[in-house]
């Protein structure tokens, strides 16, 4: 199993330029997150997805957009990057439901918006 | 919602000592607590986790211990060696709810 796997690994963008962040997981979990590190900022919730077809805001979702498009995959949409978006972002999942609330976490993708 | 705080956010130990990572959490009803390493250029990862039945979990040179009444959780690591360098984040979850709180992290550094 790869896990999960995320694209593009690096990304440099253009202040106003849009692109899309993919995270795929092939562990067969429920839900998806979509995280963003700062330095010295932790981890910060941008949106999650409990399940197909469902998607909720976390703590930071200004700026992006997200589809759970299947179980396996879930994307983060920049339609107007800013500086300000410039960080690393993971993507991670989770079986959820039950008793099982660890989240296993993709390679991440940095991103830097000039 | 859950608050995670995390202490200290720097912590630097001789190699072979032991180094412990102090986490406060305000949801009463919060019941799962993970522990995730980064290391540098690296995603997190889980190293070890703790339910609120119990008090206290050990992984070889590593356990957790759980204090429900205070409402705190620390991470102990003996006999820390240069690859336990690393930042490590504690985080909290209620069963059923979606969305883990992770503190903001502890840069630990192992010195030779």
């Known amino acids: 199993n790869a896990g999960v796997t995320q694209t593009p690994k690096f990304q440099v963008l253009k202040t106003g330029q849009s692109m899309t962040l993919q995270c795929a997981q092939d562990?067969?979990?429920?839900?998806m997150y979509w995280y963003r590190q700062d330095p010295g900022m932790g981890l910060r919730l941008i949106y999650y997805?409990?399940?197909?077809?469902?998607?909720d805001k976390g703590e930071v979702p200004n700026g992006y957009n997200v589809s759970r498009l299947n179980k396996r995959e879930f994307s983060l949409r920049l339609e107007s990057a800013a500086p300000s978006q410039t960080s690393v972002y993971f993507c991670?999942?989770?079986?959820?439901?039950?008793?099982?609330?660890?989240?296993?976490f993709g390679p991440g993708t940095r991103l830097l918006v000039l | 919602g859950e608050n995670v705080e995390q202490h200290p956010s720097t912590l630097s130990v001789q190699e072979g000592d032991s180094a412990v990572i102090k986490c406060t959490y305000s949801d009463s009803a919060s019941n799962y607590f993970p522990w995730y390493k980064q290391e540098l250029g690296k995603r997190p990862q889980l190293i070890i986790d703790?339910?609120?039945?119990?008090g206290e979990k050990k992984d070889q040179r590593i356990a957790v211990t759980l204090n429900k009444t205070a409402k705190h959780f620390s991470l102990h690591i003996t006999e820390t060696q240069p690859e336990d360098s690393a930042v490590y984040f504690c985080?909290?979850?209620?069963?059923?709810?979606?969305?883990?709180?992770f503190g903001t992290g502890t840069r630990l550094t192992i010195i030779p």
């Open positions: 985080a909290a979850i209620r069963f059923g709810n979606e969305k883990l709180t």
């Open positions: 562990m067969n979990h429920n839900s």
């Open positions: 991670a999942s989770s079986v959820a439901g039950g008793r099982k609330e660890t989240q296993y």
């Open positions: 997805s409990a399940s197909e077809g469902t998607t």
């Open positions: 703790i339910r609120s039945n119990v």
